[in-house]
């Protein structure tokens, strides 16, 4: 009998050498079928992954403009079709949306352009004057422009969504009693939730009165949305409660009075272990005195302003004896009696030159001298002169109140025991509290300060949790998409496309092992003893010696007990015969 060496792998030598070539073999062999959903399930494969990409890559658009009337809207969208500027509406169709990156760069150059509008017009309409046209017609055109420039400034606030103004211009009189002066109205609209402050209608104010010429704040009027007057609520709420600049300045004075108590207690008793709350009452009237006052001078220091002194000597006898018209009379001058005797014991007259001066001196030593002194002084008055002006905003009235946290001891069982303050501690607390105030008895102040323990109250979280942070969301939702397309990508690569081309490109297993060499016994017709059965009746490599022995008809009959034991392999053979393949 002769022997014979089985080969399972004795085909290989007619395979492809390639990988790809060994592919597109074993893709020839599918049948049309398995080629078919092979070919549906790579394109599906790629349809997913290009999906994913053009879905990670779609822009992320933001609102351009809203709020905007057709007109706008028309001119905006014909500028980024003519600039190529990807667009789409709101589902409510207020706003136009732009990719965020195209945002501020679209903005500067539709504002170059003049849009939008806004409905209203500017000094632009004065870029258009005909030839010929009326002064009425240019007043007016002057005029629309003067408001349109005003409502777009107004405009620009930040709680204001739009206004409009309305100028009541009169024409110039020559006569004075026949002037009129001009009178504005304002009126805004608002943005939801938002309200305008006194210093802004007064800003809005002085703004209209300050672009029209003789134009009074007095006469412009600002109006909200829904006809609320705004100009005149201003001014009945200053007069008739403080405004929001006082009720500011009483917050700054009970916080300052705060920051000082409180940054001397906090090294004392530590940081939350006291609270201080204040109120001040503040005194906002304006008040002016004047006063005069006059005080006598002392002596020491008097002050001679003027002093009159007046003398007068007379030789004239005083009136004297019974009134009448005979006593008022001067006497008669003294004659010398020559003819007529002298009354009984006089003395006779004297006569000659010593007569004459013995008379004299008689007379004048008969009649009394009179004098009259006057003095009169007017003294410096001691005159004060007062202007008080009280300057607004004092401080009428402190009141402050201290809460001091009691301490905390470990008692023998060691627990966390609350010990109330001592005298002398709740005494230094407010000596140092008075102090810190600027407490003033005489301005009727007051200060308690007591201890007491503290009650402990969870406070509510101030920052925001990281799955409510509008940036953090806005990283993690891309974050997630991009690892939602990596992983789709990883899943097709890996778990798709690798394994079949693999099983394209690798050979079977059974190509893989080496090729199991077998002896076989033949027995008198040429045939192997005992057949290979199922998987291995592979392929028989016979020794030469054997197959030397073997004639035509033993080699036809192996043959055909090789393809009916493994038909597959015959059919590759054939396949390569018929390819040209050697």
Excluded: C
Excluded at 217 to 227: E, F, I, K, R, W
Excluded at 236 to 251: G, M
Excluded at 555 to 570: F, H, Q, S, T
Aim: charged share 20%.
């Amino acid at each position: 009998m002769a022997e014979a060496v089985l080969d399972p792998n004795a085909a290989p030598s007619a395979l492809p050498s390639t990988p790809l070539a060994l592919a597109q073999q074993r893709l020839a062999a599918m049948p049309m079928q398995k080629k078919m959903a092979l070919a549906g399930g790579l394109a599906m494969a790629i349809a997913l992954l290009v999906g994913l990409l053009l879905w990670s890559r779609a822009p992320n658009y933001e609102v351009l403009f809203s709020n905007i009337n057709d007109k706008d809207g028309g001119a905006i969208v014909a500028a980024l079709q003519q600039a190529n500027v990807p667009y789409k509406y709101s589902e409510g169709g207020h706003a136009i949306l732009v990719p965020s990156q195209f945002v501020h760069d679209t903005r500067l150059k539709l504002a170059a352009q003049g849009l939008p509008r806004g409905g209203s017009v500017g000094f632009e309409l004065m870029e258009s004057q005909k030839l010929g046209q009326s002064q009425f017609s240019e007043q007016v055109t002057y005029q629309r422009a003067l408001e349109g420039e005003l409502a777009r400034t107004i405009g620009t606030l930040a709680a204001v969504d739009g206004a409009r103004v309305h100028l009541a211009i009169p024409k110039q009189s020559a006569f004075l009693r026949d002037d009129q002066k001009p009178s504005a109205s304002v009126v805004v609209s608002l943005l939801g939730g938002r309200t305008l402050s006194p210093e802004q209608v007064g800003g809005i104010v002085h703004l209209v009165a300050s672009s029209v010429p003789q134009l009074q704040p007095a006469a412009v009027s600002v109006l909200d949305q829904n006809g609320n007057l705004l100009s005149n609520n201003r001014d009945a709420k200053d007069n008739a409660s403080l405004n929001p600049t006082q009720l500011k300045y009483v917050s700054e004075i009970e916080a300052a009075t705060i920051r000082r108590i409180e940054g001397i207690l906090e090294p004392l008793v530590g940081r939350g272990n006291y609270r201080v709350q204040t109120a001040a009452d503040v005194d906002f009237n304006q008040a002016e005195q004047t006063a005069e006052t006059y005080k006598p001078n002392p002596l020491p220091q008097a002050a001679i302003r003027s002093q009159q002194l007046s003398e007068s000597v007379s030789n004239q006898p005083n009136a004297g004896g019974v009134p009448g018209a005979l006593t008022n009379q001067p006497p008669a001058p003294a004659t010398a009696p020559i003819t007529t005797p002298p009354a009984p014991g006089t003395p006779a007259p004297a006569t000659g030159a010593a007569g004459a001066q013995g008379a004299q001196a008689a007379t004048s030593a008969a009649v009394p001298i009179n004098s009259r002194k006057d003095s009169t002084t007017n003294y410096e008055l001691d005159k004060t002169v007062q202007h008080v002006k009280q300057s607004v905003g004092q401080i009428k009235r402190l009141s402050v109140a201290v809460l001091v946290n009691q301490k905390v001891e470990t008692d023998k069982d060691g627990k966390a025991v609350p010990v109330p303050l001592k005298d002398e501690e709740i005494q230094r607390i407010t000596a140092l509290a008075r102090e810190a105030m600027g407490f003033n008895e005489a301005r009727g102040d007051t200060l308690n300060v007591a201890s007491a323990p503290f009650t402990a109250v969870a406070e509510p979280e101030l920052d925001t949790p990281i799955w409510k942070d509008p940036e953090t969301m806005g990283f993690a939702r891309e974050l997630i998409k991009y690892l939602l397309v990596a992983g789709v990508a990883a899943y097709l690569l890996l778990g798709v496309l690798r394994p079949l081309v693999r099983s394209l490109t690798t050979p079977a297993d059974t190509e893989d092992e080496e090729p199991e060499v077998r002896d076989v016994t033949l027995d008198e017709n040429g045939q192997p003893v005992g057949a290979l059965q199922g998987g291995d009746a592979a392929q028989i490599e016979m020794s030469p010696e054997a197959r030397a022995q073997l004639d035509f008809e033993t080699k036809l009959g192996a043959a055909r007990e090789y393809a009916k034991n493994d038909p597959k392999a015959v059919a590759e053979v054939i396949k390569h015969w018929v390819s040209g393949d050697e």
